[in-house]
């Protein structure tokens, strides 16, 4: 399945400004966009007051696009486009947040002018409580600078730890589920004690620096629901010769693994069911892949609160992860309903396409009514973009 180039081309830029949200949730958070709610038919009063918790390192990102090639060593190169957004942690957030989910983040944030662009852009901007983040005085923001090209990218980053937290703080808010980033040989005590308290962690991994790519040494994924490695990180740490068989070696260890397999699309199995599924990615012109790895996540956990069959999900993660790379930068990407919708209804449009692929995503059809904004077309909640300058942060 293709979908036409949702962006606008290499150099174009959105306008952004701050808007207020509807409501608030929590003692810093604001709520999504009303009717936005994916998970309306499922929620009671007893339930947790967050559907997604996650904690981590937030970075200013710079994203330049529009590179013919990588900068050659001694030269000047000029890039036709540049974004700046929060990142990081950030993308996570943003993506979760924009699906509808009450997502909460904590985080440090620098007691600098990025700082305080990161720390608005999420919580007035995407309606993300910030209540058990912290603004660190002296400390200053992490940066990443990211360069895409020929589908790639190249990143430079510089940060610091912040000092630690005094006291520690307790365990984390209640939420539906939690999203970690697991780290070889190191323990996150909040996982543990998330899941003990009836939390969902969603776990994905990093390149293992070490080389040593041992499952024992993910101590926290005993803890994990699901597991959601790329396809070298699955078959590095299962020592199986293809991705499937993979996936299907790391269910010994995690009820739920799911393999992503980049242009080929996905593969998830499903321990305590016996399903599987496999479903190909959607062609589409990136011009900025940054953070869709985040947005993949984001989508499959959105699928996987709401209790949708395997292969949607799947399916629903690719799209939204498509979906984000044809826009500037990690966070400011991540689609909405409306986006989604309007997919959908383009891909719909062309008389060439396949009808079985049309067929993978059919269950649009009766999730999407409920999710979109007023007939009218109007929305509390703006998407915001990537601009070249966080500058323009501040107007109206």
Same mark, same amino acid.
Request: aromatic residues 8%; charged residues 20%.
């Given at each position: 399945?293709?979908?036409?180039?949702?962006?606008?081309?290499?150099?174009?830029?959105?306008?952004?400004?701050?808007?207020?949200?509807?409501?608030?949730?929590?003692?810093?958070?604001?709520?999504?966009?009303?009717?936005?709610?994916?998970?309306?038919?499922?929620?009671?009063?007893?339930?947790?007051?967050?559907?997604?918790?996650?904690?981590?390192?937030?970075?200013?990102?710079?994203?330049?696009?529009?590179?013919?090639?990588?900068?050659?060593?001694?030269?000047?190169?000029?890039?036709?486009?540049?974004?700046?957004?929060?990142?990081?942690?950030?993308?996570?957030?943003?993506?979760?947040?924009?699906?509808?989910?009450?997502?909460?983040?904590?985080?440090?944030?620098?007691?600098?002018?990025?700082?305080?662009?990161?720390?608005?852009?999420?919580?007035?901007?995407?309606?993300?409580?910030?209540?058990?983040?912290?603004?660190?005085?002296?400390?200053?923001?992490?940066?990443?600078?990211?360069?895409?090209?020929?589908?790639?990218?190249?990143?430079?980053?510089?940060?610091?730890?912040?000092?630690?937290?005094?006291?520690?703080?307790?365990?984390?808010?209640?939420?539906?589920?939690?999203?970690?980033?697991?780290?070889?040989?190191?323990?996150?005590?909040?996982?543990?004690? #998330?899941?003990? !308290?009836? *939390?969902?962690?969603? &776990?994905? +991994?990093?390149?293992?620096?070490?080389? %040593?790519? $041992?499952?024992? =040494?993910?101590?926290?994924?005993?803890?994990?629901?699901?597991?959601?490695?790329?396809?070298?990180?699955?078959?590095?740490?299962?020592?199986?010769?293809?991705?499937?068989?993979?996936?299907?070696?790391?269910?010994?260890?995690?009820?739920?693994?799911?393999?992503?397999?980049?242009?080929?699309?996905?593969? #998830?199995?499903? !321990?305590? *069911?016996?399903?599987? &599924?496999? +479903?190909?990615?959607?062609?589409?012109? %990136?011009? $900025?892949?940054? =953070?869709?790895?985040?947005?993949?996540?984001?989508?499959?956990?959105?699928?996987?609160?709401?209790?949708?069959?395997?292969?949607?999900?799947?399916?629903?993660?690719?799209?939204?992860?498509?979906?984000?790379?044809?826009?500037?930068?990690?966070?400011?990407?991540?689609?909405?309903?409306?986006?989604?919708? #309007?997919?959908? !209804?383009?891909?719909?449009?062309?008389?060439?396409?396949?009808?079985?692929?049309?067929?993978?995503?059919?269950?649009?059809?009766?999730?999407?009514?409920?999710?979109?904004?007023?007939?009218?077309?109007?929305?509390?909640?703006?998407?915001?973009?990537?601009?070249?300058?966080?500058?323009?942060?501040?107007?109206?």
């Amino acid at each position: 399945m293709t979908a036409s180039n949702a962006s606008t081309g290499e150099g174009h830029h959105h306008p952004s400004g701050r808007t207020g949200q509807n409501g608030h949730a929590g003692p810093s958070g604001g709520c999504p966009a009303a009717g936005a709610d994916p998970l309306a038919a499922r929620r009671a009063p007893e339930d947790p007051p967050w559907d997604v918790y996650l904690t981590g390192t937030v970075f200013l990102d710079i994203i330049f696009t529009g590179l013919d090639t990588a900068p050659v060593r001694g030269t000047e190169s000029w890039a036709r486009g540049m974004g700046s957004s929060p990142g990081g942690v950030a993308n996570m957030a943003t993506a979760l947040a924009r699906l509808g989910l009450r997502t909460s983040l904590a985080a440090a944030f620098g007691d600098d002018h990025y700082g305080e662009y990161c720390w608005d852009a999420l919580e007035r901007g995407e309606g993300i409580d910030l209540s058990t983040s912290r603004t660190v005085p002296g400390w200053h923001s992490s940066v990443t600078v990211s360069m895409a090209y020929e589908g790639e990218r190249t990143m430079v980053s510089h940060g610091h730890e912040p000092p630690p937290q005094a006291p520690e703080p307790a365990c984390p808010p209640h939420a539906r589920a939690a999203v970690a980033s697991l780290t070889p040989g190191r323990r996150a005590p909040w996982i543990e004690q #998330a899941a003990a !308290r009836g *939390t969902r962690i969603f &776990a994905d +991994v990093g390149w293992d620096d070490t080389g %040593a790519w $041992d499952l024992a =040494g993910l101590t926290d994924l005993a803890h994990c629901e699901a597991f959601l490695p790329n396809a070298e990180e699955a078959m590095r740490y299962t020592g199986a010769t293809c991705p499937r068989a993979a996936a299907h070696a790391l269910t010994e260890h995690v009820p739920l693994a799911v393999v992503t397999l980049g242009a080929e699309g996905a593969y #998830a199995v499903d !321990r305590r *069911t016996g399903e599987s &599924a496999a +479903v190909p990615a959607i062609a589409v012109e %990136a011009l $900025d892949p940054t =953070g869709a790895g985040d947005v993949f996540v984001a989508g499959f956990v959105t699928g996987t609160l709401a209790d949708w069959p395997l292969a949607d999900r799947l399916a629903f993660a690719g799209l939204t992860a498509a979906l984000s790379v044809q826009e500037f930068g990690g966070s400011l990407s991540a689609p909405g309903w409306s986006e989604i919708a #309007a997919w959908w !209804r383009r891909v719909q449009s062309v008389e060439s396409q396949d009808p079985e692929a049309l067929l993978r995503y059919a269950f649009l059809d009766a999730l999407l009514p409920t999710l979109l904004p007023a007939a009218d077309g109007t929305t509390p909640w703006p998407l915001r973009r990537a601009v070249p300058t966080i500058g323009f942060g501040r107007s109206a």
